[in-house]
């Protein structure tokens, strides 16, 4: 619990304080974050789950914000290409593979050896979702091909 609150205020900090971090990152954590909690709530009815607690809703949030902030700051470094092709394939394996990583190291700090959620995967996929922030635009690809 202690993890969650102490990473869950350096997430609060990195939204308010980074100029990347705008309105259109945090709407993308919100809504990230209802969907599992939706997701784990009707888990807990059809399936049987264990009922979310609260600590769990704050570590899905804490989760979803550190996996967007990653993939804002990746696209920063290399913008998602406007064309679909062989680089946005590289770009992704190249994102997600470090982010499943990351995420399995938060799993065992905030969760634990007896995780209930699949945090790693979880934040392997906000990653994804925000790694489309920043988008190269045409004129780049002119100046990049010749």
């Known amino acids: 619990m202690t993890w969650t609150i102490i990473?869950?205020?350096?997430?609060?900090?990195?939204y308010l304080v980074?100029?990347?971090?705008?309105?259109?990152?945090?709407?993308?954590?919100?809504?990230?974050?209802?969907?599992?909690?939706?997701f784990y709530l009707l888990g807990h009815y059809i399936m049987e789950w264990p009922f979310p607690t609260p600590i769990v809703l704050l570590q899905l949030l804490v989760v979803s914000g550190f996996g967007v902030a990653l993939g804002v700051f990746f696209s920063q470094l290399w913008p998602l290409p406007p064309q679909k092709g062989f680089e946005r394939i590289l770009r992704t394996f190249l994102l997600v593979i470090p982010a499943l990583g990351f995420g399995m190291?938060?799993?065992?700090?905030?969760?634990?050896?007896?995780?209930t959620q699949a945090i790693y995967l979880i934040f392997a996929m906000a990653?994804?979702?925000?790694?489309?922030?920043?988008?190269?635009?045409?004129?780049?690809?002119k100046n990049i091909a010749g």
């Open 18 to 38: 980074h100029p990347w971090m705008n309105i259109h990152a945090f709407r993308k954590v919100i809504g990230i974050t209802l969907f599992l909690e939706l």
């Open 127 to 141: 990653a994804w979702l925000g790694s489309g922030h920043f988008i190269r635009k045409e004129a780049e690809m």
């Open 105 to 115: 190291g938060l799993q065992v700090l905030l969760q634990g050896a007896h995780a």
């Open 7 to 14: 990473l869950g205020g350096f997430a609060v900090v990195l």
